[in-house]
């Protein structure tokens, strides 16, 4: 008489848990990254003016950017600390803690005096609050990635962890939405008031993101691993540099495919409204607006294909394609023609982007072992989408004293996406895995020292 097979964790999950994981992933992550990203409109189009010297409106748009950087240099320093936090305790109170954390940070920008009140204090109150919100964020993804890929069943661990990134996604959407009346205010009453209504309605995302995340259980995974005596890592960070650090510097590489985001949400917008282009305000946050619908379809889609063909050929889509991809788009901004810019900015962001980050979820998590999975995920990740902050700084450089040199800053995203090809192209196949053999066939064991029991 044979004896049944032990069940994995996927398998032993409730019913409907792993459909409850992935809206809980995504309308925390919708609801934190709204707070993430209206930063970014805000960094664009007001804080030049806001919190910067006007009288050299390069230099203050340069530093305005700049500011959007500093939350993902921040980024690695939280990766550090709540990757440790969320392995040892679990994933569901680093979703909480985050979440609380960016809600608090982003309501405090909106309460900030300005340059004309206090000075250069503004701009640096304006920075202590970016970090926090960076600090936030590098915690953030890297735990909902982890409680949706953990719950999710083995043959869908594509379509499941996807619901992350298109919750970031309907973010950002939401965040496009909530500016548009607020960009069509008179100037005066835009740069009294107005711009500071979406930071404020943070504190509505902090509550409803809290009710939704608090109820959710901690990933069978981590429970199994605590219950069946294998206790949890000690030091997630040794064991990551031990047995992981390859994965963990091919994570850091592919990463680098969010300076696409970063390039065509910030710096892209304040081109198109620069004097070089002249474009509406207006019309370039529907660009966005209806890029991020599309993605917002395009994201399940790839993640599903990737679940039949699997990680490496959809990521390596994304990133390749979005290469070529960002000259169009920007090409077509440089024209001044509506039609064009809406046409390729929903290729470019809302198809072709969407490969990649669709499936990095489940790329990156797939590469470790269920007890250093969100340190693993949340440090490699941080690192990179550090560049990628700061290659919106780097781009208003390189695109000259005028900021029109759209071509150069075409090339260097171009570059950018060169190394999450070549991290693709290295990285093993891990679609057919079992979830509880994740990061286990190049991983040694922890030594006894290295685990404390559950």
Same mark, same amino acid.
């Given at each position: 008489?044979?004896?049944?097979?032990?069940?994995?964790?996927?398998?032993?999950?409730?019913?409907?848990?792993?459909?409850?994981?992935?809206?809980?992933?995504?309308?925390?992550?919708?609801?934190?990254?709204?707070?993430?990203?209206?930063?970014?409109?805000?960094?664009?189009?007001?804080?030049?003016?806001?919190?910067?010297?006007?009288?050299?409106?390069?230099?203050a748009t340069l530093l305005s950017l700049a500011t959007f950087g500093v939350a993902y240099a921040a980024r690695p320093v939280g990766a550090l600390f709540?990757?440790?936090?969320?392995?040892?305790?679990?994933?569901?109170?680093?979703?909480?803690?985050?979440?609380?954390?960016?809600?608090?940070?982003?309501?405090?920008?909106?309460?900030?005096?300005?340059?004309?009140?206090?000075?250069?204090?503004?701009?640096?109150?304006?920075?202590?609050?970016?970090?926090?919100?960076?600090?936030?964020?590098?915690?953030?993804?890297?735990?909902?990635?982890?409680?949706?890929?953990?719950?999710?069943?083995?043959?869908?661990?594509?379509?499941?962890?996807?619901?992350?990134?298109?919750?970031?996604?309907?973010?950002?959407?939401?965040?496009?939405?909530?500016?548009?009346?607020?960009?069509?205010?008179?100037?005066?009453?835009?740069?009294?008031?107005?711009?500071?209504?979406?930071?404020?309605?943070?504190?509505?995302?902090?509550?409803?993101?809290?009710?939704?995340?608090?109820?959710?259980?901690?990933?069978?995974?981590?429970?199994?691993?605590?219950?069946?005596?294998?206790?949890?890592?000690?030091?997630?960070? $040794?064991? /990551?540099?031990?047995?992981?650090? !390859?994965? *963990?510097?091919?994570?850091? %590489?592919?990463? &680098?495919? #969010?300076?696409? =985001?970063?390039?065509?949400?910030?710096?892209?917008?304040?081109?198109?409204?620069?004097?070089?282009?002249?474009?509406?305000?207006? $019309?370039? /946050?529907?660009?966005?607006?209806? !890029?991020? *619908?599309?993605?917002?379809? %395009?994201?399940? &889609?790839? #993640?599903?294909? =990737?679940?039949?063909?699997?990680?490496?050929?959809?990521?390596?889509?994304?990133?390749?394609?979005?290469?070529?991809?960002?000259?169009?788009? /920007?090409?077509?901004?440089?024209?001044?023609?509506?039609?064009?810019?809406?046409?390729?900015?929903?290729? #470019?962001?809302?198809?072709?982007?969407?490969?990649?980050?669709?499936?990095?979820?489940?790329?990156?998590?797939?590469?470790?072992?269920?007890?250093?999975?969100?340190?693993?995920?949340?440090?490699?990740?941080?690192?990179?989408?550090?560049?990628?902050?700061?290659?919106?700084?780097?781009?208003?450089r390189i695109a000259g004293p005028g900021g029109d040199d759209w071509f150069a800053v075409a090339l260097f995203t171009a570059a950018l996406c060169v190394?999450?090809?070549?991290?693709?192209?290295?990285?093993?196949?891990?679609?057919?895995?079992?979830?509880?053999?994740?990061?286990?066939?190049?991983?040694?064991?922890?030594?006894?020292?290295?685990?404390?029991?559950?």
């Amino acid at each position: 008489m044979s004896v049944p097979a032990a069940p994995t964790p996927a398998d032993a999950a409730p019913p409907g848990q792993p459909r409850k994981a992935a809206a809980a992933a995504w309308i925390g992550s919708a609801l934190e990254y709204y707070d993430f990203f209206i930063y970014g409109s805000a960094a664009a189009l007001i804080f030049p003016q806001v919190f910067f010297d006007e009288s050299d409106p390069a230099t203050a748009t340069l530093l305005s950017l700049a500011t959007f950087g500093v939350a993902y240099a921040a980024r690695p320093v939280g990766a550090l600390f709540l990757g440790h936090v969320g392995d040892r305790l679990g994933r569901k109170k680093i979703m909480v803690f985050t979440l609380m954390l960016m809600g608090v940070s982003t309501f405090l920008i909106g309460c900030l005096p300005t340059r004309d009140q206090v000075g250069t204090l503004a701009p640096t109150l304006l920075v202590l609050c970016r970090v926090l919100q960076g600090i936030s964020a590098a915690g953030e993804q890297a735990s909902a990635n982890s409680m949706t890929l953990e719950h999710a069943p083995p043959h869908r661990r594509g379509f499941f962890t996807s619901f992350t990134l298109s919750g970031t996604q309907g973010g950002q959407l939401l965040a496009t939405l909530v500016f548009l009346p607020v960009a069509a205010l008179p100037e005066e009453h835009l740069l009294s008031w107005g711009w500071r209504v979406p930071f404020w309605m943070s504190v509505a995302v902090a509550v409803v993101g809290f009710v939704i995340r608090r109820k959710l259980d901690e990933t069978p995974a981590f429970v199994a691993q605590r219950a069946a005596g294998e206790g949890v890592v000690k030091m997630p960070l $040794a064991v /990551l540099a031990r047995d992981h650090w !390859a994965d *963990v510097l091919r994570v850091v %590489a592919a990463a &680098l495919i #969010a300076s696409v =985001s970063t390039i065509f949400t910030v710096w892209a917008l304040a081109y198109a409204t620069s004097d070089a282009v002249g474009m509406s305000r207006t $019309a370039m /946050l529907w660009v966005g607006a209806l !890029a991020n *619908v599309v993605a917002l379809g %395009a994201i399940p &889609l790839w #993640a599903m294909l =990737s679940d039949r063909v699997g990680r490496r050929p959809v990521f390596l889509i994304g990133a390749a394609g979005s290469a070529g991809a960002m000259f169009l788009y /920007l090409w077509s901004i440089s024209t001044g023609s509506y039609a064009l810019t809406f046409l390729l900015g929903i290729v #470019a962001f809302g198809i072709v982007y969407s490969a990649a980050n669709g499936v990095w979820p489940a790329f990156y998590g797939e590469m470790f072992s269920t007890r250093v999975r969100l340190s693993g995920v949340a440090i490699g990740t941080q690192i990179g989408f550090a560049v990628a902050g700061f290659a919106v700084t780097f781009a208003a450089r390189i695109a000259g004293p005028g900021g029109d040199d759209w071509f150069a800053v075409a090339l260097f995203t171009a570059a950018l996406c060169v190394p999450p090809v070549v991290a693709a192209l290295t990285a093993r196949e891990t679609h057919r895995v079992p979830t509880e053999e994740l990061g286990e066939r190049t991983a040694r064991e922890p030594a006894p020292r290295e685990t404390v029991d559950a």
